[in-house]
């Protein structure tokens, strides 16, 4: 598969992108003209700077306002067009794609543009290039690819062609199996982007919004499956306008580039697959059955602390590595680990991020086929010296640095807590308070680095995700997005947020960078739970009255409900699927927190009760007397 | 004039925006329900909490999905609404926002509509409260205030009457003239809210975009003088759902709220004499005749540097204050003052933000209405100590800290230089190298707090603000938006920066604030200046040649004038007014640099160039060897 991107997706100079670019492992870039006005060096020595990074130039773009002008615009268009193929002709690219008209002056017809093409092509091909022509979605008078396609079947020029960019037919809503019928050969390049669905302004969306395949919610495996159902071999190239990545990192971004074009391949060679997309074959997406188990890094003294507050929560502790100084706490189905040694990685990361949900164990069908696939979808292996009688466990890099361990039982690894623990007590299943699995694990990062994050999950793994929702938080908006699968077994949910004083940007800071902030255990009866909490002397969160007041008028509760929601601080919603029941665990440290929910049906979250959730956490993070009057 | 704001527009936990709020000068505030339930205490606590702040609770907010509703919805309607009236009659407060339906089961008709609102009205006057109505600009069936009005009119209620909302009115482009027949008894309150021009779906635009009036684009003035033709003298309440204000200071957007209010109120006043604003008058917007002076504060070391710069730059050593260690730089009708004096705010403006622009003196036509006006409108008035024989200027804080003084000609402030100043050679007009007058002054900021000195700029004075553009920095979207008078004498561009790694976002961080960046001066013949330039040494900011052939094709310039451009390392643009030059000097320190601008009829401000211009300056300022290929 050949890979590409326009130097316009990324943030840096030049050679700062190029950099980032090679390093992602595309094949090719497409240089956008102003990146390389920009830059103090000749077309020359630039395109041997690209050449040297291994790459190609797939294309010189934009050349804007060209076809159906009126003299003497028509005459200057060619100039135009002349110097553009000297400066291509020393990078060394040999296709320009020229977009349609945006002029006011420019004059519409199919048989006007065709002519402008074809003399175009005449040109470009006494110099050895050729012209892509791409209608973008505003054009004056050509919008629609199948226009676009007819002016160059109409120019019938073998240096004529077509140029697709997924957006502009997305986001018009064209029918894409019109790009069936549309001969490979013609297609000079695909471009690829992806945006999220947000009715508003086609210009201000495409300059503002677009993000890599997968990351939006357009049908880009829609679009290139008619792409592939021609033929089409070449690059598949992204173009991204987009104003968080132009403020990113360079590398982090190009990665996720690369993988989205890695995962859009994957998913056409499995639903095509008489197309040859060339591309390594890789296990599937993997289903995951649930949270194996969760691991702390913490020091003696903390660890005392968190060990105390998981016992007030039900845990027991069952077993202790046998030769680390890890210990394993047990309640129904989860399993969490804290982990106190003085060297590896747990303790490496202990000195960067202080006590924290450092990694995750995740139960799947083959372990091994898992890393297998992370690694294709770029994802980073982890690796540790392993102990005599440890198990080599497969596990990845997470998108914050944190480790995701893959379990399954197929092979030792379901043994794993016999073969590396001295269990306790024989091993009994222990019910504590009744808390039974691991309802859904909560990241938080910063806005910007969200979509990395979406990317990485539902790439690797079968999820997908919901809707972005906004969680208000006094200082600010924290932006909500659940990656889960569709039997509810893996729930992830993420939390971007844009300033530091809201409870999130609180945590990535005290934290020194994302990751777990808050775990969420499943009971399947709430009131239970809470009242063995209290007979362990564990305290709840304190929720305001005036919720429990707002609950009975909005949800017609009736008294004795609300009465003892209130009284064991129980937050309540409800959906067309049932009901939802959440009580939380008041902040452990810098903002990392337990929640304890009941879903008799319910497949939320809880969203609407997150501000009375964070106003009672920031309440308790930093006491106050009486309201300052 | 009584002015409100709803609680849900700034950041911060409740007796935080309460605090906010009344010291910005509010006479009352909306209760946002989810802000009184997040806040941990009872309503009859937070109602004596209000009123000890001296706000009044102008109305409590929302109550949703309220009318046309089939049973058995429509009766827990009612047994909600009680539950409100119970909260609010603790709280103390007589008028509840219902908000037009936008339930998928609600009935239209607007009969059945004022039937329930008839009866909501009958139980709120046995509690001695009301009840307005407002149609959402999404409303199912009612999202026009045309039609909510029809409803309150057929309901026929003492307790019932309209809310009126500049916003869903506006969004929706309903002629304002409309509201001119509504009995001004019958509105019960108005909501005022701007919005930039963007063309989105109207629920996103305004749960994430709308602003103080005046900061945006809506005809927001247009509207409140159909409701001042009303007699309406009621509050005016500012309700915004902005994701920048949710996360920004709620002391400083307190302060744009209630400016705003200040400013519209002036401007109704001054276009309907005859309507009653209850509100002091103040002089009218000040026009502002040009840049009198630029102060810069400097350590003796640095002031030696920097005048060596303004001597290249064609500058001549006019003159010495009589008193103290300030200098003035003369050129044309430029005046440049620096300040090394080791005490006073010059001294302390240094010791935070190092050599910096702190100052400047704007030529006015009355210097003392300009600083009365300004303090009308919430501005900071400035006052130092004045020596012996020193004259005292009128002046306010600029909104980063910095100082606006006003000079004008009817007072003892014409001769300020003579007066205050020992003026060297007779004090002889001088040339230089042709700079003539300041063109315009670049200040930057973190794009959060872009709009409130774009309030601040354009209630004051008299000028407009133009449309907003992006600034392609290599490391981000700078967003760009100029304040400007219509005769061009007073420029100021502003530079919103969203991150620390722009060139704008480094100049904050390294300067510990916001301020001037750049100063660009006219010139009349920017060749002749370039040539003077060049033989007082001076070299400009250096510019990629890739530019130049870019520009020859872009605007088919002949060879001649490109290359004497090109060898100038002169930036060239065009409109349709007429052609632009810009001649730029390195940076000076973190980030502050000069412009030379010449102006054949353009009005703009070159914003095409800024990509190349930053790219140079990044060069500049972490030179490079060869790129890392």
């Known amino acids: 598969m050949k890979t590409s991107i326009a130097t316009v997706s990324i943030s840096g100079d030049l050679p700062e992108k190029l950099d980032a670019i090679a390093k992602a492992g595309f094949g090719g870039v497409e240089i956008f003209e102003n990146d390389f006005l920009a830059f103090d060096a000749n077309p020359r020595d630039v395109g041997r700077m690209v050449r040297d990074h291994g790459l190609a130039i797939t294309l010189f773009q934009p050349f804007r306002d060209f076809e159906g002008m009126p003299e003497p615009h028509r005459s200057r268009a060619f ?205 599937d997406r993997i289903q995951v059955d649930g949270v194996a188990f969760v691991e702390f890094s913490a020091s003696e003294e903390e660890a005392e602390d968190l060990g105390g507050l998981l016992r007030a929560l039900g845990f027991q502790v069952a077993g202790q590595h046998k030769t680390k100084l890890v210990t394993l706490y047990r309640q129904g189905g989860i399993n969490l680990v ?90 009994e299943p222990w019910d504590g308070v009744g808390l039974r699995r691991v309802d859904h694990v909560a990241q938080t990062m910063k806005y910007d680095e969200m979509l990395t994050w979406v990317l990485f999950y539902t790439s690797i793994f079968k999820t997908h995700k919901t809707p972005m929702v906004d969680i208000v938080d006094p200082a600010g908006i924290v932006r909500s997005q659940v990656i889960e699968n569709d039997d509810g077994r893996f729930r992830l949910t993420l939390n971007g947020a844009e300033n530091r004083t809201t409870l999130a940007g609180h945590f990535i800071t005290e934290n020194f960078g994302s990751g777990v902030q808050h775990l969420a255990f499943e009971t399947n009866d709430i009131f239970a739970t809470a009242s063995a909490l209290h007979e362990n002397g564990f305290t709840p969160l304190q ?69 009375f959730r964070i106003a009672a956490q920031k309440r308790h993070l930093r006491p106050k007397g009486m309201p300052r009057v």
Chains 1, 2 share one sequence.
């Not at 890393?371 to 080599?392: D, H, I, K, N, S």
């Not at 009465?563 to 067309?576: G, K, P, T, V």
């Open 543 to 611: 929720i305001s009255s005036n919720y429990y007041d707002d609950l009975e008028a909005r949800f017609g509760l009736d008294i004795e409900l609300s009465d003892r929601l209130r009284s064991a601080n129980i937050l309540y919603d409800r959906d067309e699927n049932g009901e939802y029941f959440q009580l939380y665990s008041p902040n452990y440290g810098e903002g990392f927190f337990f929640e304890i929910v009941q879903r008799n049906g319910y497949r939320g979250y809880g969203a609407s009760n997150s501000i």
């Open 338 to 427: 804290i982990n106190t040694e003085h060297e590896g990685f747990a303790h490496s990361s202990y000195l960067v991020h202080g006590t924290s949900a450092y990694a995750i164990g995740l139960e799947v069908d083959e372990a091994k086929a898992t890393a297998e696939r992370a690694r294709a979808l770029m994802a980073e292996p982890f690796e540790q010296t392993v102990g005599p009688g440890e198990l080599t466990i497969p596990a990845i890099r997470g998108v914050g640095g944190g480790i995701i361990y893959f379990i399954d039982q197929k092979s030792d690894l379901k043994n794993i807590w016999e073969i590396e623990f001295n269990i306790i007590a024989g091993g």
């Open 79 to 283: 100039d135009r067009a002349e110097r553009k193929f000297d400066v291509m002709q020393e990078l060394g690219t040999d296709i320009v794609l020229v977009c349609s008209n945006v002029s006011p002056i420019a004059l519409g017809g199919l048989d006007r543009a065709a002519d402008d093409f074809r003399e175009l092509g005449e040109r470009a091909k006494k110099r050895g290039l050729r012209v892509g022509y791409e209608a973008l979605a505003w054009g004056r008078h050509i919008n629609d690819h199948r226009d676009a396609w007819e002016i160059v079947r109409r120019a019938d020029h073998t240096n004529v062609g077509l140029i697709l960019d997924s957006f502009h037919t997305l986001a018009r809503k064209i029918d894409v199996n019109s790009i069936r019928s549309i001969p490979k050969e013609k297609i000079l390049i695909v471009q690829l982007a992806d945006a999220p669905l947000i009715d508003m302004d086609l210009l201000y969306w495409s300059r503002h919004y677009r993000n890599m395949p997968g990351e939006g919610d357009l049908p880009v495996v829609d679009f290139m499956r008619a792409v592939a159902a021609t033929g089409y071999d070449g690059f598949l190239s992204l173009e991204i306008f987009n104003d968080q990545f132009r403020g990113g990192s360079p590398r982090s971004i190009a990665l996720d580039g690369h993988r989205s074009l890695i995962y859009l391949g994957d998913q056409i060679q499995r639903l095509e697959p008489e197309v040859a997309m060339t591309l390594p074959r890789m296990p």
